[in-house]
């Protein structure tokens, strides 16, 4: 069976440690797991989704593949009932509200994983937040545009010392704005990464336009756009 991997999912496939046990959290039709173990690149994996129509379309993708041994799959919500330990964990295509609730429901679990793979669909600044307050450092940002929306893929392990979210001569007034954008990204910019940043400013300066400059929301907008000028700098 032959799996071709949107950008977003290539992204987090490119980021899982060689030799990994897996586990695909939300895994729709199996697709990041075909790969992975197909591929060689992880050991085995555990294709996890909530809900039993996703689940049974993976089993069957499973068994087309002639992985069934390799592969198993899970219905649980989140890593709930995933009882066999993991080297990486990975959550694509979710909001990040439900990300941190996943991640609060099984802190053992992903404390004793090496990695996580995440790509919250929203709320990314809460993401990044979460993780850097419950000792995960960030190792990796990769940007990508998929089917005309741009997505973040990040890659942390969990150390006693969380390191990462700082940029280098970014003061710590641009906080949120940083936790917003990606640190490592605002650190080593890609070329998904400065589109996206332009494309901001775009929108942000059209905003502004049309906004009363007494009101608050233009006041927020002008901060914002602020940092996203400074991100660009010498980019």
């Not at 969990?158 to 650190?187: H, N, Q, R, T």
């Amino acid at each position: 069976m032959n799996v071709n991997l949107s950008k977003r999912l290539k992204a987090a496939y490119d980021m899982v440690s060689e030799g990994s046990v897996v586990a695909d959290i939300g895994c729709d039709h199996a697709f990041l797991s075909i790969a992975l173990v197909s591929s060689g690149k992880a050991l085995s994996a555990f294709a996890c989704d909530v809900n039993k129509g996703p689940l049974e379309k993976a089993s069957k993708n499973i068994e087309a593949a002639g992985l069934s041994e390799k592969i198993h799959t899970v219905l649980s919500d989140g890593l709930i009932s995933l009882n066999e330990p993991v080297d990486s964990i990975v959550i694509c295509g979710m909001g990040g509200s439900l990300i941190i609730s996943i991640l609060n429901n099984s802190l053992e679990k992903i404390n004793a994983a090496h990695e996580l793979i995440l790509s919250p669909q929203s709320d990314t600044a809460k993401v990044r937040i979460w993780l850097r307050d419950h000792n995960f450092s960030l190792i990796k940002e990769t940007a990508v545009t998929d089917a005309g929306k741009y997505y973040c893929v990040m890659r942390v392990v969990p150390s006693d010392k969380p390191s990462g979210w700082e940029v280098p001569e970014i003061p710590d007034e641009a906080f949120y704005y940083v936790m917003k954008y990606g640190p490592y990204l605002i650190a080593h910019p890609d070329s998904v990464f400065k589109e996206h940043l332009l494309k901001k400013e775009k929108e942000i300066r059209k905003i502004l336009a049309q906004l009363d400059r007494l009101n608050p929301r233009y006041k927020e907008l002008d901060e914002e756009l602020k940092w996203v000028i400074i991100f660009m700098r010498d980019k």
